[in-house]
Each structure stands twice: as structure tokens, then as C-alpha cells.
């Protein structure tokens, strides 16, 4: 067709050749046809003969699928013509001697010189024949003629034969093309469809890999929407294990939204009844079209739904009474009156019937049936094209039945719930509150005290994957985010459960700030020039010394009560806007600092890269009042003479991890830069910076006692828990510092879109994304105070056990990558216990592990 699409429909075929070229065709066939039927009889069945095998070989050839198919039949076509003229350069060289009753010996003679053939040896002869042949398929001219009439009718045969060849073979080839264009087309087609099936779902990196390495084909963009997993048809072929991991990564997420399945992933429940509803095909994908019907009112309630794309609509009917039965076939409600309908429509569009709310991603219709025998109460259509997840009920109960015994507990509670507020019985049973507090009392999550357990990232049993290595950039979306609400004020359990949250986020985090390029299943591996690459490595080995430092001395809360062993994750420290007040007793602060950076002392004149000096800050130190002298921290309202001092120092981090996602809200999807310098990727995979955001600051503020102490001018501190002194009743050496992670460097703007400038004015989230020790200090655990609420001390005998320490870990380069020995793994894995560890297991940890 004129549109390049291959015809295969034979009438079609027949009219357009009749029309155009078969006139001609049959003329030339004519010529040639009456030239062979005078001359030789039998010549006419054996082109019979040979379009019959002709016949055959295209029927064969038609069955041919594949493109590789296709190409070595065109080949074994080509091989057919070159034996095909050899064939007939031989015969033109033969057929003088041997039509003229000579042997093939003296032909020359016989032929004569004004036959097709010249005076000349047998290799002149042949090379003149095949000249002669090639021009009977069209190559190229010959000066050669037949003299004879043998010579002749040879001749017309061969060019006859030569021209139905020729057509067959370009017929052939082109239909082959055609052929092998349509393949690579819908194979296209197919592999577009996966593609954007397996990013509209936010599938994992690794996943993908796996299942494109399964196709052993490249991933490329795609533009279609309301991509199915029923409509991908290489999804079909991966392995059961692999879909399971699909269809985990995809509804599991959507499933969170609501309280009982929220709950369920946080519990201790067996973790695997999720994975076994997804096997039996009991969690679904359903796309309606924009006013499609989802349900009506009196229909059998067979699926709970939720919104994964789109809104819906749902009309609370008028029908009369309801019965509303739990599975064990007792009767809970035995009518609704139509006035506590009235209740609950308040804002009737038509008599009878009310319009609720638009059902929108996240939220969930039909709830009831998988709790009990329901008949829909209402009717839902889609107001936009959506796509919903579904719950199909028989299946859910037939599983929970033996896999999640909770619940049944919740079904129990939900029919008690319902009985009790029968008015907002309909099928969108949106209190949220209500539910969440059954799905917590049913797995058990009411106890408002703090389990250090319910911090550590996981290992999921059904994926084999694992939490410490977030993939998809919805994890990182909700690693980024904190969990804690406004809500959470007013409930203590909801408050403790949030910081819990963000504490296994805060370790998880961390470890991808130290080992992001060290991983297996790494996003990606950033080359960076070798002074990038030096000062990146100084950064990640320097964090990793202060975790062990933590570790080891003792690290303490200070409320204002009371100082206890750190109780939360090591990592938590860091990465909620607090500073870590460091005591040094009989150390400097160079010698400290030196071991945290590998060194035995830094000299602040000539500070090793990437540490730099700052201008100004508005913390400070000083020594309390009275006989201990204990150094504290001063959080001063504007800038003063001691803030504008050489004791601060700063250092530029990858907060989360170079090359991992940024936390969300930027205007496109960006990657952590080595210096904490957000990047995108341009051309050729080839980063591009944003110079202008930098996200991630260590802040220290250091001072030895033993020097002269630093004055204040007369702008005085905000807060002041002792004033500054020139006691120098102890001449030992001694010292402080100050360590905490800041969202950004010094009148730089963060990625959150605050910047740090000179008001040094307190933001309400960390660089971290997670909220300020204030926001939980309602939550009844020993949360720091607010200026000098989390402490350690390094004497000397401390600072050597941490100088031993640093040399016995091998402590594995960001620029090495990852590498499958074990010194990397355990690495690795001592990492992740001591950031997921309180301060006593960590000390305890570090010393069986490394003892004296």
C-alpha cells in the first residue's frame, strides 16, 4: 500500500496486479512462451515441474515466523542464483561442442570465431560465459549473439528461466523485509508496553535489570498510558518468582493506604500472607474509562477497590433496607431507615440519592465485602480514566482464613464498628481514625513505649529484597519524607510509632550516604575526575570514623532531668537538626579531629580536603559555671565576636548517597552530587550540576580550654546556662566540639528550598527530611534537650582504643566500587548493626569485636 503496510488479503492482491502490471507481464511471457512450445515440448513440463517446487518452497517459507528465519532463507535464495548462472555459463560454454555433435574439446573449432564464443583458451570461454549469464538477470551488457540455432534456443530458455528467477528473488527479498519489519515493529510495540507498564508502577532498578537482562533487550521511552500487567505480553513468559516480585513492588504500596494493611507491614505477622493472596491471583489491576460503571447498587459485593490512578464517583443510593450478615451468617443490621440515610446524603444532587466526595488515588471503595456478605449500597463510575487495584474478597478470606489469623480479629472489631455508627454503613467507610486504631489494638502496635527493634530496616521475606537498599523512586519518595503529622501531637502511641519510622529511615539513609557506590545493586556509578574522587572518598571515610566514634565513647540524652545511654539508633544522632556536644578530657581538639581523619593531628592552618573553614555560626562553647567546668553549648540570637572566629569549620556531604534519588518536591527528578550538588542526567548519560543547591553540611565547632577563651561581645547568647569564663583553676589539656548536619552549606539553598543564611534561623526539618527532636519530645521518651542534649567524651585512653579501632576495620573506598570479597560485605554488615544500634549495643558490639 501507499502507507508502506504489507497486503496479505488475495483479492486485494490480484486487482491491483491485474490493473497495473499483468498486461505487460503477459506479453513478455507470450514472446518467450511461443519460442519454447516450437522448439522443445518437454521444456514446458519441467517449468511445470519447477513451478510446482516453487510452490512448495513458498508454503515453507510462508510458515517462517522469525527474523532470523526470514534473512537465512534469503541467503539460501542468493546461493540458489549464483548456482544458477554457473549452471548456465556452463551450459553456454557447452553447448556449441555438444549441440553440434563435438566434444567439448574441440569446440573452440565448431563454434568458430563468429560463434558466441572467441578464439581463445577454456578459461577465456568460461569467464565470456559467465559475463553472458550474469546479463540474462539484468547485470550489466555482453557483445556475445547466437550464430546457430541450438545457441538460440538456449538462449530464450535461459532468459526466460533467468527472468521468473529474478522476479522470485526480488519478490523474495522485499516480502522478507516486509516481513521482518512487521516483527521488529510489534516486538517494539511490546517492549514499549513493558517499559512504561514497569515505570508508571515505579518498579524497583534492580527488578527491571532482572527482567530485561530475562529479554536480554535494551530499555527505551515510551509515551503510552494505563499500561495492564494483562496487557504487557512479556510479562506472561518471566518466571512466577519475578512476577511475584512485580506485582509486591507494585499493589503493595497502594495497599499501605489503609489502616489494616499499614498496620500488617509494620507487625509481626506472618509476612508472607500478602505474597500468598498475590499468588493466587487474588490482587488485581482494572482500568476503567472515563464514566464507565465500576459497581451499582444491589449488585453482589465481590471486591474491595482502591484508587491507584484517576477519581471516581460514588452515589449513595436509595434501595430500600439492607442486610448486613458477617460470614458466620448472623444478622447484624436488619434494616437502615431510610432517615439515617438521610444522615449521611446531606447533599442530595437528585431525590434519593447523594454524591459523596471524589474517591481519588489513595483512598478505597467497597471495604465491607471482604469483612462481610455485602451487597453494594450505591453506585460508583469512574470520573476520569483510572486505573484501581483489586481485592478479590473470596480469595482474601480463603487465605487469611490459614495465613493471617488477625484477621478474622479485625472483621469482628469492623462488624462492632459498623453496628455502632450504623448511619455512615455504606460502601466507603472512610474513617480513617477509627480504623487504624482497630488495626493497631489487632496486631498489637497500642503500646506507646519505644521498641528499639521496630527501627531496624528489614530483610522482606517475600521479595528477597531489602530495606537497606531502597530501588524505585517511590521508596526514596517515602524514605525522604518524615511520617510524623500535627496529629501525632495529641497521641502518644501514633507519635512513637512515627519517630520509630523515621528512625529506620535515618539509618537507612546513612548507610546509603557511605556505601551507595559500594553496592551490588547500585542506581548507578557516577565517574568523577580524580580530585572529586579523592575528596568524596575523605568525606564517606571521615563519616564512617565518627560512626564508630559513636559507638565507642559512650554516646548520652541529656534532657532536663536527667543523662542516660543513648536509647535510639546511632544513626538518629545525626539526622534530626541536633549536635553532638563532644567532651574532650586530656585531648586537643586537633588530635581528635586527626583521628577522625586518619591522621595523628590536623593543623587548622593547613586543614586536609574537603574540610574548610567558616566565617561565622551562631553556635559557640563555653565552660559552665561552678567546680566541673563541663563544656556547653550556647545558641546565640545574632552573630558575635565568638562566632566570627576560626573555630568552625565545615564539610560538604552526599546526604543519602551519590547518585541516589533526591527527596521529592524538586521540579524534575534529580541525583546526589558529590559534594552534595544535585545533578541531573543530560545527554549520553553525562551529568549535568546545579551549582546553585547544595544539600548536606557537616557543621564543627571546636575549642581548647587551655588556651585563651574566647569572649563574648555585646551581643549576649539567647541562651546562656553558664557565662563565658577565664577561670584557669585546670591547666590540663582540654577541649570541646560541636558536630551536627545541617541542610546546607552557608548561604547556599537547600533542596527543600530553605537557605542558610545569616539569621541562622531554626527550620522544621533536618537535611535528612525528618523533623527536629522537638516535634517528639511529647511522645514520654528521653528526647536531648534542645542545646547541649546529646554528649560523649574521648579521654586518652578513648582516643587510643579509637585510633586501634581505625586501623583493625578495613574501611572500603566509595571510588572502589563494589567488589565481591568479604572484607566489603562484613564491612558492610557492621555498619548496619551499629546504626540501627543503641549507644550500649554499639559499644558492646565494637568491643567483642575488636578487643583490647
Not at 553440434?100 to 568458430?112: A, L
Not at 517494539?188 to 529479554?215: G, P, V
Not at 531496624?456 to 519518595?477: D, I, K, N, V
Not at 545558641?635 to 552526599?654: A, K
Amino acid at each position: 500500500e501507499k502507507e508502506g503496510n504489507l497486503e496479505m488479503h488475495i483479492h486485494k492482491v490480484v486487482k491491483r496486479y491485474v490493473t497495473t502490471w499483468f498486461i505487460f507481464d503477459a506479453a513478455v511471457a507470450a514472446l518467450d512462451g511461443t519460442c519454447l512450445l516450437e522448439h522443445h515440448q518437454q521444456c514446458w513440463t519441467r517449468l511445470l515441474r519447477a513451478f510446482m517446487v516453487r510452490r512448495l518452497v513458498r508454503s515453507w517459507f510462508i510458515g517462517l515466523q522469525s527474523s532470523d528465519d526470514v534473512a537465512l532463507m534469503n541467503v539460501a535464495y542468493l546461493i540458489v542464483v549464483l548456482l544458477w548462472i554457473h549452471l548456465v555459463a556452463c551450459g553456454s560454454y557447452l553447448i556449441g561442442g555438444l549441440w553440434n555433435g563435438q566434444t567439448t574439446g574441440s569446440s573452440e573449432q565448431m563454434v568458430g570465431n563468429h560463434s558466441i564464443f572467441g578464439d581463445s583458451t577454456v578459461l577465456f570461454h568460461y569467464a565470456k560465459s559467465l559475463q553472458w549469464a550474469f546479463c540474462q538477470l539484468g547485470f550489466g551488457t555482453s557483445d556475445q549473439y547466437a550464430n546457430t540455432t541450438s545457441e538460440a534456443l538456449y538462449a530464450a530458455a535461459v532468459t526466460a528461466a533467468s527472468g521468473a528467477l529474478l522476479a522470485s528473488l526480488l519478490g523474495r527479498i522485499v516480502t522478507g523485509l516486509l516481513r521482518m519489519e512487521v516483527v521488529k515493529r510489534e516486538r517494539r510495540e511490546r517492549e514499549r508496553t513493558l517499559q512504561e507498564y514497569l515505570r508508571k508502577r515505579s518498579i524497583s532498578w534492580s527488578l527491571r535489570s532482572t527482567i530485561w537482562a530475562l529479554l536480554r533487550d535494551g530499555w527505551r521511552e515510551s509515551k503510552r498510558r494505563d499500561i495492564l500487567e494483562s496487557s504487557v505480553d512479556l510479562l506472561q513468559d518471566m518466571p512466577r518468582k519475578v512476577l511475584l516480585e512485580l506485582r509486591a513492588e507494585v499493589f503493595i504500596p497502594v495497599l499501605t493506604h489503609h489502616p489494616f494493611f499499614e498496620a500488617y507491614g509494620v507487625s509481626q505477622a506472618n509476612p508472607s500472607a500478602i505474597g500468598q493472596l498475590m499468588a493466587v491471583g487474588g490482587v488485581m489491576e482494572q482500568s476503567l474509562e472515563a464514566g464507565e460503571l465500576l459497581f451499582d447498587e444491589g449488585a453482589d459485593g465481590d471486591s474491595m477497590y482502591f484508587v491507584m490512578q484517576g477519581v471516581l464517583k460514588y452515589n449513595f443510593g436509595d434501595g430500600g433496607a439492607r442486610r448486613l450478615v458477617d460470614h458466620q451468617g448472623n444478622n447484624a443490621i436488619e434494616e437502615m431507615s431510610p432517615s439515617s440515610r438521610e444522615s449521611f446524603a446531606t447533599n442530595s444532587q437528585e431525590p434519593g440519592q447523594a454524591e459523596l466526595e471524589a474517591i481519588e488515588v489513595g483512598m478505597w471503595l467497597s471495604e465491607p465485602s471482604l469483612w462481610l456478605v455485602w451487597r453494594y449500597v450505591g453506585r460508583a463510575t469512574a470520573k476520569l480514566p483510572s486505573i484501581l487495584v483489586q481485592i478479590d474478597a473470596a480469595k482474601f478470606r480463603a487465605t487469611m482464613r490459614t495465613q493471617l489469623p488477625q484477621a478474622s480479629k479485625y472483621a469482628h472489631r469492623f462488624v462492632k464498628f459498623v453496628l455502632s455508627r450504623p448511619y455512615a454503613l455504606c460502601d466507603y467507610v472512610g474513617d480513617k481514625k477509627i480504623l487504624k486504631e482497630i488495626a493497631q489494638e489487632v496486631f498489637e502496635l497500642t503500646s506507646d513505649l519505644f521498641v528499639l527493634a521496630a527501627c531496624r530496616p528489614q530483610r522482606h521475606r517475600l521479595t528477597r529484597g531489602s530495606e537497606w537498599e531502597p530501588s524505585a523512586r517511590a521508596q526514596w519518595q517515602r524514605i525522604w519524607r518524615s511520617s510524623w503529622t500535627q496529629a501525632h501531637l495529641d497521641n502518644k502511641n501514633g507519635l512513637v510509632a512515627a519517630m520509630s519510622t523515621d528512625m529506620k529511615h535515618d539509618a537507612i539513609l546513612l548507610f546509603q550516604t557511605m556505601f551507595a557506590q559500594n553496592l551490588k545493586k547500585r542506581r548507578r556509578l557516577i565517574i568523577l575526575d580524580e580530585r572529586e574522587r579523592n575528596d568524596h572518598d575523605q568525606r564517606v571515610l571521615f563519616l564512617k570514623r565518627l560512626i564508630l566514634a559513636l559507638g565507642l565513647c559512650n554516646l548520652q540524652t541529656c534532657t532536663d532531668e536527667e543523662k542516660r545511654p543513648w536509647p535510639f539508633p546511632l544513626a538518629s544522632a545525626l539526622c534530626h537538626g541536633g549536635r553532638i556536644l563532644v567532651h574532650l578530657d586530656c585531648v586537643s581538639c586537633e588530635e581528635f579531629l586527626g583521628a577522625l581523619f586518619g591522621l595523628d593531628a590536623v593543623n587548622f592552618e593547613d586543614m586536609p580536603s574537603p574540610l574548610y573553614s567558616r566565617r561565622a555560626a551562631t553556635h559557640g562553647l563555653t565552660l559552665s559555671s561552678g567546680i566541673l567546668k563541663e563544656p556547653i553549648e550556647l545558641r546565640l540570637s545574632r552573630i558575635s565576636t565568638s562566632v566570627l572566629t576560626g573555630n568552625h569549620l565545615g564539610m560538604d556531604l552526599p546526604v543519602g548517597g551519590l547518585g541516589n534519588p533526591t527527596p521529592p518536591g524538586t521540579l524534575e527528578d534529580l541525583f546526589v552530587g558529590p559534594a552534595g550538588n544535585p545533578f541531573k542526567l543530560g545527554k549520553d548519560e553525562e551529568p549535568i550540576y546545579y551549582s546553585d543547591i547544595q544539600h548536606g553540611h557537616l557543621y564543627m565547632c571546636w575549642r581548647n580550654f587551655n588556651d585563651r577563651p574566647l569572649r563574648s561581645s555585646s551581643f549576649q547568647p539567647e541562651v546562656v546556662e553558664g557565662e563565658l569564663s577565664e577561670d584557669r583553676t585546670e591547666q590540663r589539656k582540654s577541649g570541646a566540639m560541636l558536630l551536627g548536619i545541617e541542610r546546607s552549606a552557608p548561604m547556599r539553598t537547600d533542596l527543600f528550598g530553605g537557605r542558610h543564611s545569616i539569621d541562622g534561623a531554626s527550620r522544621d526539618v533536618s537535611a535528612f527530611g525528618k523533623r527536629k527532636w522537638r516535634d517528639y519530645r511529647s511522645c514520654g521518651q528521653p528526647i536531648p534537650a534542645s542545646t547541649s542534649g546529646i554528649r560523649m567524651k574521648v579521654d586518652e585512653e578513648t582516643l587510643l582504643r579509637l585510633k586501634s579501632v581505625f586501623r583493625r576495620v578495613r574501611l572500603c573506598l566509595p571510588s572502589e566500587g563494589y567488589l565481591p570479597v568479604k572484607e566489603q560485605f562484613e564491612e558492610q554488615e557492621l555498619f548496619k548493626q551499629l546504626l540501627h544500634s543503641s549507644a550500649e549495643q554499639a559499644s558492646d558490639l565494637l568491643l567483642n569485636r575488636f578487643p583490647d
